[in-house]
């Protein structure tokens, strides 16, 4: 009867949280202890009815003596099983030394790369992971008392990306019960038994006494978890949504929000929008404040991850590195000049005046007022305009259109011997009228990328 109802749960579990659907290839992640153990049998009993293929991988982090002992009493459960083994190891200390970080984070690292890796070579879909309701309700309490969001106080998602977990509804209790009535072995890991470290402290000193007062506490702690995460998932989704139409065209590697648009969302659905680009660190609450100190205010912020953040006039700028266009190029008429890393094409011919010299991104000049070669750079110091008005200095220019600071390294300057005749897309000299022939200049997108410097 207990092995039917666990059987039952996790069944429930899968179509509950959409773990699967059927005919999946799935990796059971197996480190030998009894959450893995169990996950294994439990998912061989229902494989049938949801046509898995099951593998196994083991990771051996290497930090006890007992890791290659566990290695091999896996590789012989899954012999004495019929199922196909894969195993890695990795210096989990050397990881934790070169990349700064903690022990745990180091060997989660090599865990979960070891496992994406398999289940790319293996070709499958899922892996199966053995977290446990107790491991949700440790991973809440946990992000409370250290202080967390909402994401946080969710806990241990059933699924993300190809990570299920099918026994998060099922007790530690309930598990070891099946194992040892089942007399099916597992292996122990001591670490865990030892309160020092707070995740252990918290297992075995705090939540046996909130239980003890408050029977049922795990089981509707992690339920909540659960509402939680759905709120969360939804508010993600939202916050997905709105960037995408917050974006402006950008580079490769950097993110453009349309800040004007950005100050008109509720705060806290920023915080989601900020949530959903992805930048690599915890957002956290001292973190969104300074972010949405930057977007109401201006300037800028280094945000973490390599990322900075700057507000101008109309962007919400995310980067790693400053942009400028750091190259000087001459070309003539007949010419057509093309600038990749600007997706943008230049030509110059002389052509009788018509329609055509009128827009934003074409400029004519008196054929007789212009002296070739012509040269394409970046603006300088000191540089200046002639307009109709009167002499302008650039930075001036740029002021008064306000531009933002990052793109006016960006915008392409052309000059003739006599000095600049055009600030592409912003302002062109005046030479005098241009009469029945003249020096026509064009821009274009090269291919049909972003014109992300002016759009």
């Given at each position: 009867?207990?092995?039917?109802r666990l059987v039952n749960e996790v069944i429930n579990t899968i179509r509950r949280f959409n773990l699967l659907s059927g005919g999946e290839k799935v990796l059971v992640a197996v480190s030998g202890g009894p959450d893995s153990i169990f996950l294994l049998h439990m998912l061989m009993k229902i494989a049938p009815l949801f046509r898995l293929s099951l593998a196994v991988a083991h990771f051996n982090h290497g930090l006890r003596e007992e890791a290659d002992d566990e290695q091999r009493f896996v590789g012989s459960l899954c012999e004495e099983l019929g199922l196909e083994f894969f195993h890695g190891k990795g210096d989990v200390a050397e990881t934790a030394r070169r990349e700064g970080i903690g022990i745990?984070?180091?060997?989660?690292?090599?865990?979960?790369?070891?496992?994406?890796?398999?289940?790319?070579?293996?070709?499958?879909?899922?892996?199966?992971?053995?977290?446990?309701?107790?491991?949700?309700?440790?991973?809440?309490?946990?992000?409370?008392?250290?202080?967390?969001?909402?994401?946080?106080?969710?806990?241990?998602?059933?699924?993300?990306?190809?990570?299920?977990?099918?026994?998060?509804?099922?007790?530690?209790?309930?598990?070891?019960?099946?194992?040892?009535?089942?007399?099916?072995?597992?292996?122990?890991?001591?670490?865990?038994?030892?309160?020092?470290?707070?995740?252990?402290?918290?297992?075995?000193?705090?939540?046996?006494?909130?239980?003890?007062?408050?029977?049922?506490?795990?089981?509707?702690?992690?339920?909540?978890?659960?509402?939680?995460?759905?709120?969360?998932?939804?508010?993600?989704?939202?916050?997905?949504?709105?960037?995408?139409?917050?974006?402006?065209?950008?580079?490769?590697?950097?993110?453009?929000?349309?800040?004007?648009?950005?100050?008109?969302?509720?705060?806290?659905?920023?915080?989601?929008?900020?949530?959903?680009?992805?930048?690599?660190?915890?957002?956290?609450?001292?973190?969104?404040?300074?972010?949405?100190?930057?977007?109401?205010?201006?300037?800028?912020?280094?945000?973490?991850?390599?990322?900075?953040?700057?507000?101008?006039?109309?962007?919400?700028?995310?980067?790693?590195?400053?942009?400028?266009?750091?190259?000087?190029?001459?070309?003539?008429?007949?010419?057509?000049?093309?600038?990749?890393?600007?997706?943008?094409?230049?030509?110059?011919?002389?052509?009788?005046?018509?329609?055509?010299?009128?827009?934003?991104?074409?400029?004519?000049?008196?054929?007789?007022?212009?002296?070739?070669?012509?040269?394409?750079?970046?603006?300088?110091?000191?540089?200046?305009?002639?307009?109709?008005?009167?002499?302008?200095?650039?930075?001036?220019?740029?002021?008064?259109?306000?531009?933002?600071?990052?793109?006016?390294?960006?915008?392409?300057?052309?000059?003739?011997?006599?000095?600049?005749?055009?600030?592409?897309?912003?302002?062109?000299?005046?030479?005098?009228?241009?009469?029945?022939?003249?020096?026509?200049?064009?821009?274009?997108?090269?291919?049909?990328?972003?014109?992300?410097?002016?759009?």
């Open positions: 009867m207990q092995e039917k745990e984070e180091a060997a989660r690292e090599l865990r979960y790369g070891f496992l994406q890796d398999t289940l790319r070579k293996w070709g499958g879909d899922r892996v199966a992971l053995g977290h446990t309701r107790d491991d949700t309700v440790e991973t809440i309490l946990f992000n409370l008392f250290r202080g967390t969001g909402l994401a946080g106080a969710a806990g241990i998602p059933p699924r993300r990306s190809v990570f299920i977990r099918p026994i998060i509804t099922i007790s530690k209790a309930e598990i070891l019960n099946w194992l040892d009535s089942n007399g099916i072995p597992y292996r122990i890991d001591r670490s865990n038994l030892d309160t020092r470290f707070t995740r252990n402290y918290l297992r075995h000193k705090v939540i046996p006494v909130i239980k003890n007062r408050f029977p049922g506490f795990d089981r509707r702690v992690s339920e909540f978890g659960f509402i939680l995460r759905e709120q969360v998932e939804f508010l993600e989704a939202s916050g997905c949504r709105a960037v995408e139409t917050l974006k402006k065209p950008s580079p490769a590697d950097e993110i453009i929000l349309d800040r004007h648009k950005m100050l008109e969302y509720h705060r806290s659905h920023r915080f989601w929008i900020y949530q959903c680009l992805r930048l690599g660190f915890e957002m956290s609450y001292a973190k969104f404040s300074g972010m949405e100190d930057v977007l109401v205010s201006g300037g800028r912020l280094h945000i973490g991850g390599g990322w900075k953040m700057e507000a101008s006039e109309s962007d919400l700028r995310f980067f790693r590195a400053e942009k400028g266009f750091e190259r000087t190029l001459e070309f003539t008429p007949g010419e057509t000049l093309v600038i990749d890393e600007l997706n943008m094409e230049i030509s110059a011919e002389y052509t009788p005046v018509g329609e055509e010299c009128q827009g934003r991104f074409v400029a004519c000049f008196p054929k007789d007022g212009v002296e070739p070669p012509f040269t394409l750079r970046s603006r300088r110091p000191g540089d200046r305009i002639k307009l109709k008005a009167g002499w302008r200095s650039l930075k001036r220019l740029f002021i008064d259109l306000k531009v933002p600071r990052w793109r006016r390294e960006l915008i392409p300057v052309i000059l003739d011997r006599n000095g600049i005749l055009w600030v592409v897309g912003f302002a062109k000299t005046f030479r005098g009228k241009t009469g029945e022939n003249a020096l026509k200049m064009e821009v274009k997108k090269h291919n049909e990328r972003e014109f992300w410097i002016y759009d």
